[in-house]
């Protein structure tokens, strides 16, 4: 199978504690996304990558979140200190931009985040 | 906030009924994109329309873009049970070259058998 996976598929950790998420494209998809999701409503954009670079952060990722994608292939997302208010699904998505591709983007099964 | 939104919320039909849902969205886009999501799952790329094109079919979904009106329908002919699902529009806005996707909060559809 070649598309996004994300791993755990579900946390639960209790308020304070630091959780990793793990995101692996598809393997010749140069961008990389994060989205969350609440419950009830659609994703938010987090923040993404091109190739190992991060060329974008949205104001919802405080300085709790950090995200890093090392070699331009699979990228984690970090919260640290976690919170109620972080408990939601957090989406990873893959691309290829540039000439001759479709910038659709392929999304992974998520990960649920349930903070105690 | 969001750039889209969806209308209705929440859509009830027969199975073998047609399915219409709306979105909106305020400023203006590259292309358009629709979303399926089953229940606390992963999304699932319906169809792309990009803000040049008027409408667009795949199979039982016909896509419409309306840009003067800044707003898409999403039409899903001859239900199924297996269409009940979330139904999300995305907006990737002009000039934003990170492509990033704007999504609605959500057409529920519910396909009864």
């Known amino acids: 199978d070649t598309g996004v996976s994300q791993n755990p598929r579900h946390k639960i950790t209790k308020r304070g504690q630091n959780v990793t998420f793990r995101c692996d494209p598809i393997?010749?998809?140069?961008?990389l996304y994060w989205y969350r999701q609440t419950l009830g409503q659609g994703p938010e954009f987090l923040t993404y990558?091109?190739?190992?670079?991060?060329?974008?952060k949205s104001r919802l990722l405080s300085d709790r979140f950090s995200a890093e994608r090392p070699k331009g292939s699979f990228s984690t997302l970090e919260i640290q200190r976690t919170e109620q208010g972080d408990s939601a699904m957090y989406l990873c998505?893959?691309?290829?931009?540039?000439?001759?591709?479709?910038?659709?983007?392929?999304f992974g099964p998520g990960t649920r985040l349930t903070v105690t | 906030s969001q750039q889209g939104e969806e209308d209705p919320q929440a859509l009830s039909i027969q199975e073998g009924e047609n399915a219409t849902m709306n979105c909106s969205y305020k400023?203006?886009?590259?292309?358009l994109q629709w979303y399926r999501q089953n229940s606390g799952r992963g999304l699932v790329h319906l169809i792309l329309i990009r803000s040049n094109e008027r409408e667009k079919h795949s199979g039982r979904l016909r896509v419409t873009l309306d840009t003067s009106k800044k707003s898409s329908s999403l039409l899903i002919t001859a239900s199924r049970a297996a269409d009940t699902a979330s139904y999300f529009c995305?907006?990737?806005?002009?000039?934003?070259?990170?492509?990033?996707?704007?999504f609605g909060s959500g057409t529920r559809l519910l396909v009864r058998p």
């Open positions: 995305a907006t990737v806005l002009r000039m934003d070259s990170s492509y990033k996707l704007i």
């Open positions: 400023t203006s886009i590259n292309n």
């Open positions: 990558f091109q190739n190992e670079a991060q060329l974008e």
């Open positions: 393997s010749e998809h140069n961008r």
């Open positions: 998505a893959s691309s290829q931009i540039g000439q001759g591709k479709s910038d659709e983007q392929y």
